[in-house]
């Protein structure tokens, strides 16, 4: 009885666990794809685009799967036969979002990278001086001349949003001056 309430206890956590890093996924996969289509539509003239996001969907699906296989673990302590016909399935969920990370990872990456073209922005390079470091993180603008704008890349500080927000905030003051003074 004991072995029972242990495996109930484990397999429980287990099911919990799963639920917990889907719903942790999927909040933060929505609120960077709000963040993204964000700023495509206000098109101000430097954009951040993060796609660290485009590996969500795969972990989205191995997450369920791991949740239904915890289900099935349930129906194996009152019901052998269901959990042996129900494994297979759950693990080609499973093995379907190891798959689909990659995937993702390519396909939502050129999906942003296309979004932010369309618009008439241009990518950054590393050489730039307003190049982030980090991987799945680029810089976008207007005008390829900002690329190497140093006022530009002191207002931008790494990837965060507060920095891009100052420095399109800097070209729009900017702008404003110059208009006055024509």
Known sequence: MALLIKKIAFISAFALGCLLLVSVLAYFFVGDVKTLLTLLEE?????LVETFHSYTPGALIIGVGGFL????LFAFLYK???YKK????FTCIIFIGIVAIPV???GISYYWHHAAKSKGYVKCS??????????HTSYWVKEPSLCNNKQVAKRISGTSLKGL?????YLEKQERLNNLSQ
Do not use: C, F, Q
Not at 43 to 47: A, D, G, L, S, V
Not at 69 to 72: E, I, K, N, Q
Not at 86 to 89: G, K, T, V
Not at 126 to 135: C, E, F, G, N, T
């Open 86 to 89: 129900a494994l297979p399935y």
């Open 104 to 106: 993702g990872g390519v």
């Open 165 to 169: 927000k100052r420095a399109n905030e």
């Open 43 to 47: 098109t101000p003239p430097i954009i």
């Open 80 to 82: 052998e036969n269901w």
């Open 126 to 135: 590393l050489i730039d001086k307003i190049s982030p470091a980090k991987m």
């Open 69 to 72: 296989y915890a289900l099935s």
